[in-house]
């Protein structure tokens, strides 16, 4: 392939990353707009139950229920984007070979920083630009590229999610209601989302892993020549 296919190539590549970015920054937005919207919502209901003596904490119950569904299902919606995200980098890595832009300045560079354990792979001077695209795509195919910022966000809404839990649990406690309990099954469905999260997308690779891959494409090279 030339310098100029390539060019267009990593264009096209560029468009698509392009969107998916913006496609996870929206849906933030709309996250944070729509759970700010709900707790605004039932909380100025609950105070307004509250001035005549006769408080009705099911709109509390009612608003960390929604809130923590919400919360686990824009995570896993923003990991299921953040693997395709992460399944174009090899596309870069060739392209941006080809092309001849400097290692450091391109996605090998931002790769470097961002996954962490990942530096042997991607800056040892025995791997090829080929060895480094086949040494990504291993690290995609097993999870492991890296979180990349996203396991902060996902701590954060596991946080925010448990302290609404104990919330709710106190307040149906102390209520005696037992249809009540049904709210803490929302809570739940909330934490184990941010479970599936943090446990089945992309995460940092083990040096140890690191190591291994490196191995394989050392001895799949020597088998070829």
């Known amino acids: 392939m030339d310098k100029s296919d390539a060019h267009a190539m990593l264009a096209s590549t560029q468009q698509l990353r392009t969107h998916w970015s913006g496609v996870i920054t929206n849906h933030l937005s709309v996250s944070l707009t729509i759970n700010v919207a709900i707790w605004s919502y039932f909380i100025t209901a609950y105070i307004d139950s509250s001035k005549d003596n006769s408080a009705d904490h099911i709109f509390i119950l009612v608003a ?50 961002a996954v962490e354990n990942a530096k042997p792979l991607l800056t040892s001077k025995n791997m090829t630009v080929e060895d480094r695209v086949k040494g990504i795509e291993k690290l995609i195919a097993a999870k492991r590229i890296g979180d990349r910022g996203h396991k902060r966000i996902d701590l954060f809404s596991l946080t925010a999610i448990i302290a609404i839990s104990i919330l709710s649990f106190f307040i149906i ?22 479970i599936i999260s943090l446990t089945c997308f992309q995460r940092n690779p083990k040096v140890c892993f690191v190591q291994s891959i490196m191995c394989q494409i050392k001895n799949e090279t020597d088998e070829k020549t």
């Open 173 to 194: 406690l102390s209520s005696g209601e037992k249809s009540y309990w049904f709210f803490l099954i929302a809570n739940l469905l909330g934490i184990i989302f941010l």
């Open 64 to 113: 960390s229920a929604l809130s923590s569904i919400l919360l686990g299902l824009w995570r896993l919606y923003t990991r299921h984007i953040d693997d395709h995200l992460a399944n174009l980098y090899p596309d870069f890595l060739l392209w941006e070979g080809v092309i001849g832009i400097p290692f450091e300045r391109g996605t090998g560079g931002y790769l470097v920083k």
